[in-house]
């Protein structure tokens, strides 16, 4: 099992990012996925998580109005759409995955499987 995000990098305040999540190893379409994001000195929150039909099961306050998740299941990939950066939201982001009948919360304890993250620098 396997998940990539990628499409990190550095945007103003305001601007746009969309990251990429690529999975391998398992049959998407049986899975949620999670997007989570860590801060320095901060702990690994969950931001947002997609069911396997591509509805959003949860979004975080911090993003709402702002993040949208979208997947291609036959393509085996998840994108995190993010607009309207701020400051704040600078972190490393990751992708995880949880069977759909296994999810329960959007939280760390509630994936099974985890990608290595790609760093968002949002400044000016």
């Known amino acids: 099992v396997q998940l990539q995000a990628s499409g990190g990098g550095l945007v103003q305040p305001g601007g746009s990012l969309r990251l990429s999540c690529a999975t391998s190893?398992?049959?998407?379409?049986?899975?949620?996925i999670g997007w989570f994001r860590q801060a320095p000195g901060k702990e690994r929150e969950g931001i947002l998580c997609?069911?396997?039909?591509?509805?959003?099961?949860y979004y975080a306050d911090s993003v709402k109005g702002r993040f949208t998740s979208s997947r291609d299941n036959a393509g085996n990939t998840v994108a995190l759409q993010m607009n309207n950066l701020k400051p704040e939201d600078t972190a490393v982001y990751f992708c995880?995955?949880?069977?759909?009948?296994?999810?329960?919360?959007?939280?760390?304890?509630?994936?099974?499987?985890w990608g290595r993250g790609t760093q968002v620098t949002v400044s000016s």
């Open positions: 995880a995955a949880v069977t759909q009948l296994g999810y329960t919360t959007c939280d760390y304890g509630g994936m099974d499987y």
């Open positions: 190893g398992f049959t998407l379409k049986y899975y949620t």
């Open positions: 997609i069911s396997n039909k591509g509805a959003p099961a």
